[in-house]
């Protein structure tokens, strides 16, 4: 029994899909004991993705893709930059902001990164600011979104520690803001090192581009404000957002739109089909923790070794930041949380503080090589080598940096809206 | 014999790429518009279908499920890749040869098993009449649209081992079927 860890690793490192890792390694110890029957095994996985609140990921992806193939993104974007564009290198404040604006849309860092690459690169570069900069603004950018609601990362969380998602949506909010103002004073320097340019204020551009954005811009509102208000689910919040895109496609693209939101739901049935065989390998997995234990002898090993909840909260984001430079935040999110849930809430750590690090990590491993998914993603949409992107990424991901250690420390910046909103709203 | 195996896996690629891709999308498609109807009857007239929430559950994870072939069939399932990609780099060919066809094969075997096992929880499922949560639709068809989800990988699985199986001693077969296809993001 004790190979089964190894065997796993073995497995994930040689390049197994993760979903055949986990159920290889629980099929192998079902074999292994007598009294187990293998049905379990299909039937833990069908369970385990039949959740209506799981649906919340493929109506905020399925909406995030019909937005971006109406030309969302572009239209975000002006006004973000005719908002902010006019303050000394502007135009990267601006690509931050729409990046966190297009996030609270489609709740994927990743798809947020490229869709950037392609609108925001060009015309960064156009307007004077060196490759490897304009490339690791959009890189991290993209990143804010996974704190964002509505984010998949903490939808994915929520299910599979049974935590409220509207209370992770909330609690993402002031590292989400706190990511933003980071950034901003990463830009505000380099802006002043390397004298980049601004582009003149304008109120009629302004107003111009507010006009043109503001469909875009109801969207959030409508997501977010059915959340906020105690009004909407996360699931029905996601169909609502659905409706919304496909009523906007319908009205934007006209005769195009049939043909726009076929690709659109054709994309997001693929992201999900990839999402969901994951979680259903977890769903089995689950099964060998819960009869092997591992979680009951972590925890029991962490209180022998006399660690503090902080110090074991400090301890797991370095290992997680280990884990998200060769894995994917899905990959982390679904291999650790059903491990090390039971052992924080033994602890005494407030889980929906633990998913706002989680978080915090996956968006720092996202542009941490080898792997960083968005690195990859800007590079490929631009043509930038990943090594220039990762240049421009390093001083945001030390501010990124910072933003974790105060949120591990400070616990109330991540829980006090949560707490504040939630109760008051749901009593 | 490669002929006709090009000439089968031709037929399950289209199969699987033109009918169940489509439907799947269909189906989702289909699904978030009874997800948003049920939202407007719930917020509008205060009234929803007993059956409505698991309708849109059961009937996107189903076609959800059928997809999962669709990406099996790319190889774009989500991977730890880091190792592999090393050796690749490092002119390690014939290693990573070996390793993919060890894990296409163990991925067969892992297919085949689950598509068995579940054959049972489906009969029994038929036998007891066995319902979903809102008591009202019956649930076998949906354990059976992943029984056949699995028996459609393994299918899959099977040509992609032989794929495999065929570079390890020097011959490229379906050629025009992606060894590679990664995650479309």
């Not at chain 1, 975000?76 to 930059?81: I, K, M, P, Q, S």
């Not at chain 1, 392609?118 to 570069?125: F, G, R, S």
Request: glycine content about 8%; aromatic content about 12%; overall charge neutral.
């Amino acid at each position: 029994m004790g190979l089964i860890g190894p065997a796993l690793l073995a497995m994930l490192a040689l390049g197994a899909p993760i979903a055949v890792a986990l159920i290889g390694v629980t099929v192998a110890f079902i074999l292994y004991d007598p009294l187990l029957s293998e049905s379990a095994i299909f039937r833990s996985f069908f369970s385990f993705v039949n959740k209506y609140t799981l649906m919340a990921i493929p109506f905020f992806v399925y909406a995030g893709f019909l937005m971006e193939r109406t030309g969302l993104i572009k239209k975000l974007f002006r006004f973000a930059d005719a908002l902010i564009g006019w303050l000394p290198g502007g135009f990267a404040y601006a690509t931050i902001l729409a990046a966190v604006m297009f996030g609270a849309i489609s709740g994927s860092s990743t798809a947020m990164a490229a869709a950037m690459g392609l609108v925001a690169y060009p015309e960064m570069l156009k307007r004077g600011y060196p490759k490897w900069m304009a490339a690791g603004v959009i890189a991290t950018g993209g990143g804010i979104a996974i704190l964002i609601p509505p984010s998949i990362t903490l939808i994915l969380y929520g299910v599979l520690t049974e935590q409220s998602i509207t209370k992770l949506f909330f609690a993402g909010v002031t590292p989400g803001i706190m990511l933003a103002i980071s950034d901003a004073i990463i830009v505000l320097t380099m802006a002043a090192i390397l004298a980049l340019p601004a582009s003149k204020f304008s109120l009629r551009e302004l107003w111009s581009a507010f006009v043109e954005a503001v469909p875009a811009l109801l969207m959030p509102v409508i997501v977010l404000g059915g959340l906020y208000g105690g009004v909407l689910t996360p699931t029905e919040s996601g169909a609502a957002a659905c409706a919304y895109a496909m009523a906007y496609g319908a009205v934007a693209l006209r005769g195009d739109f049939f043909k726009e939101a076929y690709s659109a739901t054709q994309r997001a049935v693929n992201l999900t089909a990839i999402l969901f065989f994951v979680l259903g390998g977890v769903g089995i997995f689950q099964f060998l923790l819960a009869n092997q234990g591992w979680p009951q002898d972590i925890a029991e090993a962490v209180t022998k070794m006399g660690l503090s909840p902080v110090a074991f909260l400090g301890l797991l984001m370095v290992v997680l930041l280990l884990l998200a430079t060769c894995l994917t935040g899905v990959a982390v999110l679904v291999l650790v949380v059903p491990v090390i849930y039971p052992v924080s809430i033994t602890l005494g750590i407030d889980p929906i503080h633990l998913g706002i690090l989680f978080a915090l990590c996956i968006e720092m491993g996202a542009v941490i090589p080898p792997v960083g998914l968005n690195l990859f993603a800007v590079s490929g949409t631009t043509g930038v080598p990943v090594t220039t992107v990762m240049r421009g990424s390093f001083p945001f991901l030390c501010t990124d940096g910072c933003v974790l250690v105060l949120c591990l420390l400070i616990p109330a910046l991540v829980l006090w809206l949560p707490n504040l909103v939630v109760q008051s709203v749901f009593g | 014999m490669d002929y006709v195996f090009d000439r089968i896996y031709r037929v399950v690629r289209f199969l699987l790429d033109d009918i169940i891709g489509n439907l799947a999308t269909l189906a989702m498609f289909m699904g978030t518009g009874l997800a948003i109807v049920e939202v407007f009857r719930r917020y509008v007239f205060g009234v929803v279908f007993d059956w409505g929430q698991d309708a849109v559950t059961y009937g996107i994870v189903s076609s959800v499920f059928l997809y999962f072939a669709v990406t099996q069939a790319r190889r774009s399932h989500l991977r730890v890749s880091f190792v592999v990609d090393a050796l690749e780099e490092g002119g390690k060919q014939k290693a990573v040869l070996l390793i993919r066809t060890l894990i296409t094969a163990i991925s067969l075997l892992l297919y085949s098993a689950l598509a068995t096992w579940g054959i049972p929880t489906v009969e029994r499922s038929m036998m007891m009449e066995r319902t979903t949560l809102s008591m009202v639709l019956v649930i076998w068809p949906f354990q059976l649209a992943l029984v056949v989800t699995f028996v459609l990988m393994a299918i899959v699985t099977f040509f992609q081992l032989y794929q495999d199986v065929r570079a390890l001693f020097g011959k490229k077969v379906f050629e025009w079927a992606a060894v590679e296809e990664g995650i479309d993001i």
